[in-house]
């Protein structure tokens, strides 16, 4: 992972979520990387698993903001 000071931002359910949320964070200039994990998503498959999304400390607050604006207004 090359990202400065990188910390977990959020648990997607496999690959390709990940990819579609580091694609949002990467078009508005936020770094991101993301690395399997066995943690946060007990029981979901599926292409390989879960996967944790990090961003870099400086970026921490301005990501969940801009995720927060992309979430659908009845998703929890």
């Given at each position: 992972?090359?990202?400065?000071?990188?910390?977990?931002?959020?648990?997607?359910?496999?690959?390709?979520?990940?990819?579609?949320?580091?694609?949002?964070?990467?078009?508005?200039?936020?770094?991101?990387?993301?690395?399997?994990?066995?943690?946060?998503?007990?029981?979901?498959?599926?292409?390989?698993?879960a996967r944790e999304i990090?961003?870099?400390?400086?970026?921490?607050?301005?990501?969940?903001?801009?995720?927060?604006?992309?979430?659908?207004?009845?998703?929890?």
């Amino acid at each position: 992972m090359s990202l400065t000071d990188p910390i977990p931002l959020m648990t997607v359910h496999d690959e390709g979520e990940a990819e579609v949320v580091c694609g949002l964070l990467r078009g508005s200039g936020i770094e991101c990387d993301w690395t399997i994990t066995t943690q946060g998503l007990a029981g979901v498959g599926g292409s390989g698993g879960a996967r944790e999304i990090y961003v870099g400390s400086a970026d921490l607050e301005t990501a969940q903001e801009l995720l927060a604006a992309e979430r659908p207004p009845d998703a929890s």
